[in-house]
T-cell receptor
Framework: GAVVSQHPSWVICKSGTSVKIECRSL??????MFWYRQFPKQSLMLMAT?????????EQGVEKDKFLINHASLTLSTLTVTSAHPEDSSFYIC??????????????FGEGSRLTVL | AQSVTQLGSHVSVSEGALVLLRCNYS??????LFWYVQYPNQGLQLLLK??????LVKGINGFEAEFKKSETSFHLTKPSAHMSDAAEYFC????????????FGKGTTLSVSS
């Protein structure tokens, strides 16, 4: 099956620093990837849609300058949390759609990246 | 607009008992519906999905769900719970016909006791 990999899976950083999270589709190409944020015991909230070769589309309420997204190739999207603060601590999950036989897309999810900002 | 409501944030069953996780949706277009499972500190794994055709959908690990348009429901069931089924379950509706960009429900934690 299709595999989406995230790195790092765990990261701890000091307040004010920036952290980059990578999302890779390992065996298929993805012109679009999605970034979700999940707070403890809560659902996934769509943050933004990453588009290869163009600007990301952000959901309402998500700060573009805070969460920088770059989709530089068909297999890699990155999320950079800039000037991180404790309230940015969360579980970040990426996903990438792969077309199936029916012509619809199935989303494959990365393992998630847990960010803790001290 | 699309939305998903999962009734019951926590469901507890005994091993071998029926599992029923409820999901109701709202969609302005014919919905694509999904159930995902999440184990602690892991990403999501697709259990099953409904796109078109047969309304009773069978998925992995013995789970199935039935799309009922009249009730706007897509409840997840399993005849006999296993300890390994203990996890977080999310119902989701697609924002588009491609079945990507999902809106998730708040999730239901399934506990299985021996």
């Amino acid at each position: 099956g299709a595999v989406v990999s995230q790195h790092p899976s765990w990261v701890i950083c000091k307040s004010g620093t920036s952290v980059k999270i990578e999302c890779r589709s390992l065996d298929f190409q993805a012109t679009t990837m999605f970034w979700y944020r999940q707070f403890p015991k809560q659902s996934l909230m769509l943050m933004a849609t990453s588009n290869e070769g163009s600007k990301a589309t952000y959901e309402q309420g998500v700060e573009k300058d805070k969460f920088l997204i770059n989709h530089a190739s068909l297999t890699l999207s990155t999320l950079t949390v800039t000037s991180a603060h404790p309230e940015d601590s969360s579980f970040y999950i990426c996903s990438a759609p792969k077309r199936d036989r029916e012509g619809t897309g199935e989303l494959f999810f990365g393992e998630g990246s847990r960010l803790t900002v001290l | 607009a699309q939305s998903v409501t999962q009734l019951g944030s926590h469901v507890s069953v005994s091993e071998g008992a029926l599992v029923l996780l409820r999901c109701n949706y709202s969609s302005s277009v014919p919905p694509y519906l999904f159930w995902y499972v999440q184990y602690p500190n892991q990403g999501l794994q697709l259990l099953l999905k409904y796109t078109t055709g047969a309304t009773l959908v069978k998925g992995i690990n013995g789970f199935e769900a039935e799309f009922k348009k009249s009730e706007t429901s897509f409840h997840l069931t399993k005849p006999s719970a296993h300890m390994s089924d203990a996890a977080e379950y999310f119902c989701a509706v697609s924002l588009n016909q491609a079945g990507t960009a999902l809106i998730f429900g708040k999730g239901t934690t399934l506990s299985v006791s021996s």
